[in-house]
């Protein structure tokens, strides 16, 4: 499939989930949707800055990861993020790792 039809085509993501019968989110109305979104692009990219790569979102449908050289890998949800992030990086990519995570607090 080409990368338009994958982005035109694609479903929400449970992590920006739509309230709905049956189906619990805090996230009621598009405004705190998309406050949640850049909350999260925002603690991804402070991740991503250990290897010099950005995460932007396009257009509330898809994620541009870019790396300081230009290279740019376009994918619909976060679940690709990581295996995306390793792919440009070139090395393994372990956000729950401890030293990370204590690199991230200090810097708060």
């Known amino acids: 499939m080409c990368s ?3 982005i ?11 309230a709905r019968d049956g189906v619990y989110s805090r996230n009621g109305d598009r405004l705190s949707r998309r406050r ?12 991503l800055a250990l290897r010099r790569l950005r995460l932007a979102d ?6 541009v990861l870019s790396t300081a050289t ?20 070139g090395g393994s990519f372990d956000p729950l790792d401890p030293e990370l ?8």
Do not use: T
Request: charge should be negative; hydrophobic fraction near 40%; aromatic fraction near 8%.
């Open 58 to 63: 396009w257009r509330g449908r898809a994620y």
């Open 8 to 18: 035109l085509g694609c479903d929400d993501h449970w992590s920006s989930a739509v």
């Open 101 to 108: 995570l204590a690199r991230l607090q200090a810097q708060s």
């Open 70 to 89: 230009g290279k740019v890998r376009i994918f619909d949800s976060l679940s690709h993020l990581w295996p995306e992030a390793e792919a440009l990086s």
């Open 36 to 47: 949640e979104a850049a909350h999260r692009e925002h603690m991804v990219n402070c991740i």
């Open 4 to 6: 338009l039809c994958g």
